[in-house]
């Protein structure tokens, strides 16, 4: 909900901004406009979704657990063998 409202936000900012460049004062809202629709953007696919299954043989299980604060429920981590890359998934 908080990043739908920033998202509307960020779009109006970008739209008066753009409406008050010819004016000479709409350049700051059109850039802080972009930065926070960029950013909101950027963290909605840096951090990794949650699964539902757990990966396959590649992977090992780590004790390392928390708890999801979306859902309430625990979430194991899970790591893969060579790459190092993590992946997380619902218990």
Do not use: C, N
């Amino acid at each position: 909900m908080l990043r739908t409202a920033l998202l509307i936000v960020a779009g109006v900012s970008l739209a008066i901004g753009l409406m008050g460049i010819g004016a000479g004062y709409g350049w700051p809202l059109v850039i802080w406009g972009a930065v926070l629709a960029l950013g909101l953007l950027y963290e909605r696919f840096r951090y990794k979704p949650i699964e539902r299954t757990a990966p396959g043989p590649e992977w090992e299980k780590t004790t390392e657990r928390f708890v999801d604060d979306e859902t309430g429920r625990t979430v194991t981590v899970y790591m893969h063998k060579t790459s190092g890359d993590r992946q997380y998934v619902e218990e």
